[in-house]
């Protein structure tokens, strides 16, 4: 008897690991759940890997996903989560997913929806002493630094308010102890100016602070000796 209905509760469980009920047992696992200990801590960080992996694969196979993640608004809820919880291992795993998903989606409506809601991640404050956090976090922005165009600038900076998070908190580490993280940051950068938007350029110029430029021509100047 306890094996019969042992069998029923596992069927119960959807077996691909890669579809809608799937992204659907990760949501209900997550929503109204207090994370209280080590073990519903490490079930939070593989339901946010999965959702990550199961909303890329959806936006190239199945539309229903994508569709099931906008209209409950999966995004929102997990930049909260992500407010309530924090912690390396669960900030980094919040990183990844957004990293994942940000750098693989094609659809180019979902992706203007995931982008409409970046600057919220951008600005959350992580602990950046963790070095991995770091890594990832800068990855992260260099990823939606590839994402920027004349079409997309919009959603990174706003000229009603000069606010642009994505450069602001770029440049803060263009003179980081990493290599690693600098050459990331003069990207980001370089990417930034490549955009054609006067007024944004004007803004960078002008928060720009000297020190950068000074340090950028020297940093050129001696890899050409």
Not at 38 to 60: F, M, N, T
Not at 137 to 147: G, H
Request: aromatic fraction near 12%; proline fraction near 3%.
């Amino acid at each position: 008897m306890f094996r019969r209905k042992f069998s029923k509760v596992r069927n119960k469980r959807p077996k691909n690991h890669l579809s809608l009920s799937r992204l659907k047992h990760h949501y209900s696992a997550l929503k109204g759940k207090k994370i209280t200990s080590e073990k519903k801590r490490s079930k939070l960080i593989e339901s946010l890997r999965s959702i990550g992996e199961i909303v890329v694969w959806g936006d190239q196979n199945d539309p229903e996903i994508c569709d099931y993640f906008l209209e409950n608004k999966i995004l929102p809820f997990l930049l909260q989560l992500m407010l309530q919880i924090g912690g390396n291992p669960a900030e980094l795993q919040f990183i990844q997913t957004f990293n994942i998903m940000y750098n693989n989606i094609k659809n180019e409506k979902f992706l203007y929806y995931l982008l409409s809601n970046v600057n919220s991640i951008i600005v959350h404050r992580y602990d950046f002493n963790n070095e991995d956090i770091m890594g990832h976090y800068i990855t992260f922005l260099k990823t939606l630094s590839l994402k920027l165009s004349s079409e997309t600038i919009y959603l990174f900076y706003s000229e009603r308010t000069n606010a642009f998070p994505l450069y602001t908190e770029a440049i803060k580490y263009y003179n980081h102890s990493d290599s690693m993280v600098r050459t990331s940051v003069r990207t980001i950068i370089q990417k930034v100016y490549s955009v054609e938007n006067p007024n944004m350029l004007q803004i960078v110029r002008e928060i720009t602070d000297g020190p950068y430029f000074s340090d950028l021509s020297s940093n050129s100047n001696s890899n050409m000796l």
